[in-house]
C-alpha cells in the first residue's frame, strides 16, 4: 500500500492552503508523528497512515484548516501519552474541543441490547452534531479509512463494525448530504455483510461497464453540442457511475433484472444558474422524448437532506434510456460533500466559526438552522426504512422522554419531556435558576411554567435582586436537579 505523507494532504485541499493553513496542517502532522512513533495498525502500517488519511479525506471534502489538524490529531488523546492539555496549548481550544468530541463519540458502551447500543450511539451523534458537527465529520472520515482496512481485523470484528458502518455511520453521512462519504460507506459494509450479492453486482455491473461507458461518452458530445447550440453556458457534463450498493437496492426492487435498471448510466450536468437548470431540462426534452413520470425537480422541492437538482429520464441518443442530472455548481458541490460544502461557502457569507453559521448571531438564522436540528429527529424515523430488525429497534423512540434546548449561544441542554424555563435555568446553574424572573423562547416572553419544545432556544432573563427562588416553582418544576436546589433554598431560608 502506498504510503502517505503530508504532501497528500496538501494536494488534496480544495484550494491552495494560506500559509496559515499550511502552518497548522503541518504542525498537526509533524506533532502526530512523534506522538504515534512505533506505533503500528492491524495492517502494519505506521499508525500516522491513518491520521494521515483521516486528514486527506477531510481535505477531500472541503474542510478547514483546523478540522483537517484535529483529523491528524484525533486518535493522539486516546492511544498516546500526549494529554488534551497539550493539545490545546500547541492548537487552540476548537482543535482540542474536537480532538476531545472524536474521542469521546469512540468510547461506546458495549453492553446492552442491540437496540440499546445503537439507540446510545445515535444520541450521542446527534449531541456532538448539535456541540460541533465537525466532531462527527471527523469521525466519518476515520470511519471510512477503518472500512479500507477493515480487512486485516477478525471476521468476527469485521462483521460488527460493518454492520455499525452500514446502520448508523452511512445514513448520517447522507443525513448531512456527504454523498461522496455515504457511497463509499455502503460500498465498503456491503462487500462484508453480503459478499455474494456484493460480488454477483459488482461482475453484472462491471460486464456492461465498458459498453455503458462508450454510450455515456456519446450522449455526452450529443448533448453537449445541443445545449451548446442553444446558448447554454455548459460549465461541466460527465458521467455518474451508479454504487454497487445502490445498483443492489434497485436491482432487488426489479427482480435483478439490470435491464430494467434506467439510472445505471447518468449524465450530470453543471450550468450557472437556477434560470439555466429549467432552460437545460426544456432543451434536453425538445431534443430527446422525456419519459412520462420520470422527472423530479428537486430544486423546488430539495430533498430533506437539502440535495437539489433535477433530474429527469430521457430516450436519448441512439434510442437508449438515459438519466440526465441538471443542477448549479453550489449545488453540485453542496450533493458531493453535504454541510461540508457550507464552509467553501461561509467564507463568501463572511461567518467567522461553525456556530455562528449554525447558530448565527441573527434571529432569522437561528430560525433557519434549528429546523435543521429538527430536521435530525426525523432522521431517526427514515433510517434503515427496509431494515425491519432496525425499525423494530427505532419504535422506541429514542426521543421520546427527552427533549433538546438551546441556550442563545448554541449550547445544547438536555431535558425530560415538559420540562419548563426554571429547569432549563437550574441545568445551567444554580445560581441562574435562583436569581431567574422570567424567559424567552425562540424571543418571545413565556412564563416561567412554559413546557419547552424540543429544539426551541431558551433564553433565562436574571436579576441581581432575586436571590431565591419562589417556592411555587415546585409546582412545575420537572428535573430533579431543580426541584432539589429549590427545596434545599427555601428549607434554609424558613429556618432563618
Ligand atoms: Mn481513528
Not at 486485516?152 to 448530504?177: C, V, W, Y
Not at 450479492?197 to 465498458?210: A, L
Not at 419504535?395 to 442563545?408: L, S
Amino acid at each position: 500500500m502506498k504510503q502517505l505523507g503530508l504532501e497528500d494532504i496538501m494536494k488534496s485541499l480544495k484550494k491552495p492552503p494560506s500559509e496559515q493553513r499550511r502552518r497548522i496542517i503541518t504542525e498537526a502532522y509533524e506533532f502526530a508523528k512523534k506522538a504515534h512513533a512505533g506505533q503500528k495498525r492491524k495492517s502494519g502500517e505506521e499508525y500516522i497512515q491513518h491520521a494521515i488519511a483521516t486528514a486527506k479525506v477531510l481535505a477531500e471534502i472541503g474542510m478547514g484548516g483546523k478540522t483537517i489538524a484535529a483529523g491528524l490529531l484525533h486518535d493522539v488523546d486516546e492511544d498516546t501519552p500526549v494529554t488534551l492539555e497539550e493539545i490545546e496549548k500547541n492548537f487552540g481550544k476548537e482543535v482540542a474541543f474536537m480532538v476531545d468530541g472524536v474521542t469521546k463519540l469512540g468510547k461506546i458502551k458495549l453492553r446492552g441490547s442491540h437496540e440499546e447500543y445503537y439507540l446510545e450511539n445515535l444520541r450521542k451523534m446527534f449531541l456532538a452534531m448539535a456541540a460541533d458537527i465537525r466532531v462527527v465529520i471527523i469521525k466519518l472520515a476515520d470511519r471510512l479509512h477503518n472500512m479500507r482496512t477493515l480487512d486485516h481485523l477478525s471476521p468476527d470484528k469485521q462483521q460488527r463494525i460493518a454492520r455499525e458502518t452500514m446502520e448508523i455511520f452511512a445514513p448520517i453521512a447522507n443525513r448531512l448530504g456527504i454523498g461522496e462519504i455515504k457511497t463509499q460507506l455502503q460500498d465498503l459494509s456491503f462487500k462484508y455483510l453480503d459478499p455474494e450479492n456484493y460480488y454477483y453486482v459488482e461482475e453484472v455491473i462491471t460486464k456492461s461497464y465498458k459498453e455503458r461507458e462508450r454510450y455515456v461518452n456519446q450522449a455526452i458530445k450529443d448533448l453537449k453540442k445541443e445545449l451548446q447550440k442553444e446558448g447554454i453556458d455548459v460549465l461541466d457534463i460527465h458521467g455518474r457511475a451508479k454504487s454497487l450498493y445502490s445498483s443492489y437496492e434497485k436491482l432487488k426492487k426489479y427482480d435483478m433484472d439490470i435491464n430494467r435498471i434506467y439510472d445505471l448510466s447518468a449524465v450530470r450536468l453543471i450550468v450557472p444558474e437556477i434560470a439555466d437548470c429549467y432552460e437545460a431540462l426544456g432543451i434536453v426534452h425538445k431534443k430527446y422524448r422525456p419519459m412520462v413520470g420520470r422527472i423530479k425537480d428537486y430544486i423546488s422541492l430539495p430533498k430533506p437532506n437539502g440535495y437539489q437538482s433535477i433530474h429527469t429520464t430521457i430516450f436519448g441518443p441512439e434510442g437508449r434510456i438515459l438519466e440526465v442530472q441538471i443542477r448549479t455548481q453550489k449545488m453540485h458541490d453542496e450533493a458531493e460533500f453535504g454541510i461540508a460544502a457550507h464552509w467553501i461557502y461561509a467564507d463568501k457569507m463572511k461567518k467567522k466559526t461553525w456556530k455562528e453559521y449554525i447558530f448565527g448571531a441573527k434571529k432569522e438564522k437561528i430560525e433557519k438552522e434549528l429546523k435543521w436540528v429538527k430536521q435530525l429527529r426525523e432522521w431517526q424515523n427514515e433510517i434503515g426504512r427496509d431494515d425491519e430488525e432496525f425499525i423494530e429497534g427505532l419504535r422506541i423512540d429514542f426521543f421520546k422522554n427527552h427533549i433538546f434546548a438551546f441556550t442563545p449561544r448554541g449550547d445544547i441542554i438536555e431535558l425530560p419531556e415538559e420540562a419548563t424555563p426554571v429547569d432549563f435555568a437550574y441545568a445551567i446553574h444554580s445560581e441562574i435558576g435562583n436569581s431567574t424572573v422570567g424567559a424567552k423562547a425562540d424571543g418571545k416572553m413565556v412564563p416561567l411554567d412554559h413546557k419547552i419544545s424540543n429544539g426551541q432556544v431558551i433564553e433565562i432573563i436574571t436579576s441581581k435582586d432575586r436571590k431565591i427562588p419562589n417556592p411555587d416553582w415546585l409546582k412545575f418544576a420537572k428535573t430533579s436537579m431543580a426541584k432539589t436546589a429549590i427545596r434545599r433554598v427555601t428549607r434554609k431560608e424558613n429556618q432563618q
